[in-house]
């Protein structure tokens, strides 16, 4: 079935130098193509980029700021700097101030969600660098567990190989840096669509992302998610849900969703927040 | 969120002594409750049923067809047969006919699907089996390869942990109870979303039904399923389907397939699909 409903729009493709939020599902290429890395620097400001990780998800910063350090290195930004933040007071350290409110683009690595908020959700830097991508004057990227923290529900953790039941997932609170998103990653890779439904149909308010491995949702101010990577991006979109069960938060029972409208998107596709529709490729 | 929209509709529940095709997820309950097995067995009569079993999907049908045997006798079932198949010419040797021609439920158990078509497709028992379950006078029931055979579209295999693709999925011909459907089983046990969304992207005029573990789809005559066990069944209808890309057979690129309705249906709830809407379960 090729393309029922040909849209072939005369939108051009985001200019490529426009600051975007990078929703990366982990894994992504560090070796070969490095499409979406290069990507985040491109947007960053290329060869003016100037780049500051945040490797506070992983319990070994210092190795996982460096790679992503070498990487960016390589392919050329003017400068880079490791905010290897290990405690609350760091956060909140005025010293960061400087390079924050002059750098292009903020990477967040992965590692544990909730380390990363635990360390970072209100602090100084954290406010700064939400502010900065809020007005579009960074690009934000985070993977894996720099991913998980983008909305404002975040899954903190769960389970899989069951029915969707509440009981499968942990909700708390993210960075909120995209409204009204929930993010889950390693998403087919790890077998992640129940705790997916899980978690919207307790906050069926949010769109569901599902990002697998090597992909990324990119999210534009004007609300335009755009697909990138080796992978797929999993919309749930609870627009037109009819019923849910509601078992106690922590059943076990399993859920009751209905008329949940389910997209998949691959490299090149494009989804519109704001309407919900999709937008396909141009043919 | 309670009911959205609240279908207190006045339909009655199944009779039942009504025969049925109950498409069962594996590993259903064999132990305490046995919910599923139970209303197989009332369905196909109760304490006046004739079961036979046909256990060729396994490699081991003696083990495994004495198994149900014990548990349909436990339960009171008047006569039970097993139809040790082996070969095709034992699955067209009419010694079976007369008992097939009076028995009242018959139960296929796991193994692997390809074995049990490859033994019994087009077979006398087979076509037998079929008649009588087309004229609603025997209730069929499978469990995990039983169940995956119930289609004319089969999963004979597939992968799991990658994105959507062509080659997730090996599809082939089932049996072809149901028509217009194409069964997983499994389901959100073994990861295998990603699968049947790319079955369903490859066959958009059926509907996808997606079996989690001790949890049935039972379908009646006029095409209501009614769902009952442990776990949740999924529906994937892309009824509203308005683009896939279309790789090669076999290709490993990303799937997009957009506009797919999906819906998490649990113990006690039915879905038409004829009308292919789902029936809130009464409040």
Redesign the interface.
């Known amino acids: 079935?090729?393309?029922?409903?040909s849209q072939s729009l005369a939108q051009e493709m985001p200019q490529s130098t426009k600051t975007a939020v990078m929703i990366i599902g982990g894994a992504e290429d560090k070796v070969h193509g490095r499409e979406i890395l290069h990507t985040f620097f491109s947007r960053a400001g290329a060869a003016d980029a100037a780049i500051a990780i945040i490797p506070s998800a992983s319990r070994e910063p210092a190795v996982i700021g460096e790679r992503y350090q070498h990487i960016f290195e390589e392919m050329g930004a003017k400068e880079i700097q490791i905010l290897d933040i290990r405690d609350r007071d760091a956060g909140n350290d005025p010293q960061w101030q400087e390079y924050l409110n002059r750098c292009t683009g903020v990477f967040m690595t992965g590692g544990d969600q909730l380390r990363l908020c635990g360390l970072l959700a209100d602090t100084l830097v954290m406010e700064t660098v939400r502010q900065r991508t809020l007005e579009g004057k960074i690009t934000l990227a985070g993977t894996s567990a720099g991913a998980a923290v983008m909305g404002y529900q975040m899954i903190a953790g769960g389970g899989?190989?069951?029915?969707?039941n509440r009981s499968l997932v942990d909700l708390t609170t993210g960075l909120g840096i995209v409204s009204d998103v929930i993010v889950d990653q390693h998403f087919?890779?790890?077998?992640r669509?129940?705790r997916l439904?899980s978690a919207i149909?307790s906050h069926?308010q949010c769109i569901g992302i599902g990002i697998?491995e090597d992909?990324c949702a990119m999210v534009e101010g004007d609300g335009l998610i755009q697909v990138m990577g080796?992978?797929?991006v999993t919309i749930?979109d609870p627009g037109e849900?009819?019923?849910?069960?509601?078992p106690n938060v922590g059943a076990t029972?399993?859920?009751?969703?209905?008329?949940?409208?389910?997209?998949?998107?691959?490299?090149g596709?494009r989804y519109d927040m704001r309407s919900r529709k999709?937008i396909?490729?141009e043919s």
Do not use: W, Y
């Not at 079935?1 to 409903?5: A, G, I, K, N, T």
């Not at 087919?188 to 077998?191: A, M, P």
């Not at 849900?241 to 509601?246: A, G, M, P, R, Y």
């Not at 029972?253 to 490299?267: D, G, I, K, T, Y």
């Open positions: 079935m090729l393309q029922l409903e899989s190989g069951e029915s969707p087919h890779n790890r077998n669509m129940a439904i149909a069926p697998d992909t080796k992978g797929t749930l849900l009819t019923h849910t069960n509601e029972e399993p859920l009751s969703v209905f008329n949940l409208r389910l997209h998949v998107l691959c490299h596709d999709v396909s490729p």
